[in-house]
């Protein structure tokens, strides 16, 4: 059966993939002909998961999911949240946002941060929700060079290196998308509509 991620972030695609069983046809919102940038305004990561994954379902008429992700700050009350791409301005750029996220961390002695990523399906026209997150730190300083976003300054609990110190193989294990992708696998591999067609 046909199988929409709505991105086109073309690695994003061949992990899943790469989990998913042959008889599954994973394919990129430019495969189904999907050239708008999805909305993302909900204001929350569980909304803006639904919200893209909704869009594909009502527009294209193909099941879908779509994630979204960002990093939660115990400290500056789960800022930058469900802006972690803009915290520092709509520029998009990684070490701006390191540089505010540092700055705003500057004294501040509970450094305690989260990844979550929520990832929405969209099957025959009902929703399921899929969570993943990986809690851990924010270092004092940037550290590594593997990765993006704020995977210099994150290191997981249970570790004393960074994401960007970690292969992307390591990354890939614990990491939060990989923990919700994988409740995704289970419960598409264990169903019996995607069995059926
Ligand atoms: P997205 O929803 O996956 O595009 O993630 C939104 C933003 O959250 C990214 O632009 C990054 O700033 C941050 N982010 C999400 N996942 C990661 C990660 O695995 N490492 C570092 N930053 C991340």
Redesign the pocket.
């Known amino acids: 059966m046909k199988l929409c991620f709505a991105t086109n972030n073309q690695h994003k695609i061949e992990e899943v993939k790469s989990m998913l069983l042959p008889s599954i046809d994973l394919m990129s919102l430019s495969a189904i002909g999907c050239k708008e940038e999805l909305a993302e305004t909900t204001g929350t ?1 569980a909304g ?1 998961s639904h919200q893209k994954a909704e869009y594909v379902f009502r527009n294209y008429k193909v099941n879908c999911f779509a ?5 939660e700050v115990e400290a500056l009350n789960g800022l ?1 949240g469900v802006d ?2 803009i ?1 520092a301005g709509s520029q ?1 750029s ?1 070490s701006d ?1 390191i540089s505010l996220l540092l700055k705003n961390l500057q004294g501040i002695k509970n450094r305690k941060a989260r ?1 979550i ?1 929520v990832i929405t399906l969209f099957l025959n026209g009902a929703a399921y929700q899929f969570e993943g997150i990986l809690n851990g730190s924010i270092g004092l300083d940037l550290r590594g060079e593997n ?5 210099p300054v ?1 290191i997981p609990d249970g570790f004393c290196k960074t ?1 960007a110190e970690m292969t992307m193989d390591e ?1 890939n294990k614990i ?3 990989a923990r919700a992708i994988e409740k995704l696998v289970k419960f598409i591999i264990w169903n019996p509509e995607f069995s059926r067609q």
């Open positions: 990561i803006n994630d979204d992700s960002g990093l930058p972690s791409a915290y998009r990684h946002n990844f990523t990765g993006f976003g704020y995977d994150f994401l990354k990491s939060h998308r």
